[in-house]
């Protein structure tokens, strides 16, 4: 199938413009104060870097554009922030799951309601997904949804070319039914155990449809932009700011009267209106975290507690020498991570268990696969089919990436790295972050080696293996040529497995078979520093947030400054 992915490109994009924005950071609770500080007046101002291209839930697909989402509604689950598994949010309870592993039924909350006042029902939910499904909407991430019945068909039929009878006959096939006004299901087209963790995500949040029809093409202006999140949406001026206002409707008590946040796109100019208390958190680029770190009041502001991405060195699996699974191998272990961290990235940890990152579930620090070995490294190229570093294959070797100053410093360490260490050449390849990004996305185009990363959008193991590295049809799979049927089987089955134990065990199983393969060599895990000034009390973050403490935003609150 063909699937159009953005976690992936946001990446590409990061790695351009270098941008790092507080908001993924692993669960740190805030310092709490006692109750007579809390303002009930108070207004947090934040940073939102650029103005974003879209807030439609069932068309985001970028950071940003996901956290302005999360503020204003909510979906059907939410995440534990200590262990990152869905807990009931607009839903009253777990899901009702069927034997077969096929319905889902969710159950809503007493008394919902919408910002303005009016209820929240099951058919508006129904509505957010089908959406989502819509080949008229297209949005980016409607593959998610591919797990229920009929998404994936309906989706990718050409409403420039199907008949409107076809179009509704795609809909009618879709497996969602409204059961009452309380009541949703779900028909999907395998178990997925994981499916509760997708209906956390933004492209299942409720919508009504008289607001879209009203609205249109700007039916995400505030006057149709409601939604049943912890904040409304008030004002909205472009390339400028957005502002929100406390939810007084939401299920439970918010404490921010009022949230501003600004779009600045500088790093030095955020960072200065910080330190002029013009903002009350902000990002921390790596070239600030040595100030930071001399400064005790900045320093004792800072949380980092790591991220949601895996930046890897993909290798070309079709094309002479990384067909070798040896020769992949070796330059996976042939480069130290740790001082990868300490020398060239400055903030995340190295990557040293596995593809699934630190912190999420199916991480596996039994991994250690690719580690840094030199000698061992050695010994893969001689048992390789090409014996030799001297054999023409490792010829005119390039590792290609996006142009810019910080990306150049971090290719010229692995250049240095693999020169020192397996005492091999590889030129650098810079081309304008353009052309790298289509160079990247077809297989018979992709560079011998290239600098890319993963991003999950949802915390289950799934999302990093089976969309990232299944045959054909995985993220990165097709781009390098990678495949192995004994992998595939694995992570099929666990996807379906319904004991959790058991599912667990499958996917650590199949991470150590991908560690091996080295279809690509892990790199470090990311992570997004953050300060935070000392009157912004409550906040709870955990590594998967697209907004500074999404999981609880009702929870945070500002003291009184004066």
């Known amino acids: 199938m063909t699937r159009r992915r953005n976690s992936i490109w ?85 899901p009702e799951v069927s034997a077969d592993g096929l319905t889902y039924k969710y159950t809503l909350r007493d008394g919902l309601k919408y910002s303005d006042g009016s209820p929240l029902t099951a058919k508006d939910f129904a509505y957010g997904y089908t959406r989502t499904c819509s080949p008229q909407n297209a949005g980016d991430y409607g593959f998610v949804l591919f797990i229920i019945k009929g998404c994936d068909a309906w989706y990718h039929m050409d409403p420039k070319k199907a008949t409107p009878a076809e179009l509704d006959a795609g809909k009618a096939s879709l497996g969602i039914k409204v059961l009452s006004p309380k009541e949703l299901e779900f028909t999907l ?67 921010l009267k009022k949230k501003t946040q600004v779009m600045i796109t500088e790093g030095a100019v955020a960072f200065a209106a910080y330190r002029s208390n013009e903002l009350d958190t902000t990002g921390v680029a790596a070239e600030d975290l040595r100030s930071i770190e001399s ?35 070796a330059f996976a272990k042939s480069f130290d991570r740790e001082a990868y961290i300490k020398d060239v990235q400055k903030t995340g940890q190295p990557a040293k268990a596995g593809f699934i990152r630190a912190g999420y579930p199916g991480y596996d620090e039994t991994d250690t696969v690719q580690k840094f070995d030199v000698a061992a ?123 959790a134990t058991k599912r667990m065990s499958e996917y650590l199983k199949a991470g150590k078979i991908l560690s091996n393969d080295a279809p690509a060599a892990w790199v470090y895990y990311d992570a997004s520093p953050a300060l935070i000034k000392p009157w912004v009390k409550g906040v709870t973050t955990t590594a998967i947030d697209a907004v500074l403490g999404q999981m609880r935003l009702w929870e945070i609150y500002v003291t009184k400054k004066g």
């Open 377 to 499: 490294a050695k010994t893969l190229i001689a048992s390789s089919k090409y014996a030799s570093l001297t054999n023409p294959a490792f010829t005119g070797l390039k590792i290609t990436y996006s142009s810019g100053a910080r990306t150049k410093a971090r290719m010229e360490w692995v250049q240095q790295q693999w020169k020192n260490n397996l005492g091999v050449d590889v030129a650098l390849d810079p081309v304008d972050g353009t052309a790298y990004t289509a160079l990247t996305k077809k297989p018979e185009t992709t560079p011998q080696v290239f600098f890319l990363g993963w991003c999950a959008d949802f915390p289950d193991p799934q999302n990093w293996h089976t969309t990232v590295w299944i045959t054909k049809s995985g993220i990165s799979s097709g781009r390098v040529s990678y495949s192995n049927p004994e992998f595939d089987k694995i992570v099929r089955a666990a996807d379906q497995e319904k004991d």
């Open 295 to 329: 400064d005790p009041a900045l320093k004792a502001q800072m949380v980092d507690s790591g991220g949601s991405c895996t930046f890897y060195y993909g290798f070309n699996n079709a094309k002479p020498p990384f067909d070798d699974q040896k020769v992949r191998l």
């Open 189 to 255: 087209i395998e178990p997925a155990a994981y499916f509760p963790s997708i209906t956390y995500m933004w492209v299942g949040m409720p919508a009504r449809e008289s607001d879209v029809t009203k609205g249109g093409d700007k039916w995400t202006e505030p006057a149709t932009y409601i939604g049943n999140g912890p904040f409304k949406l008030s004002e909205w001026k472009h390339n400028e700011k957005m502002v929100f206002e406390r939810n007084t409707n939401y299920r439970q008590e918010v404490k």
């Open 10 to 94: 946001s990446v590409l994009a990061s790695l351009m413009i270098l941008s790092l924005i507080a908001s993924a950071c692993t669960s740190t609770q805030g310092p709490q104060t006692q109750a007579g500080d809390y303002d009930p007046e108070g207004e947090l101002i934040t940073n939102m870097g650029s103005e974003p291209d879209t807030i439609d839930p069932h068309k985001a697909s970028f950071l940003g554009e996901i956290g302005i989402v999360m503020q204003v509604f909510e979906g059907l689950m939410s995440l534990d922030p200590k262990t990152l598994k869905p807990i009931p949010a607009a839903a009253a309870k777990d």
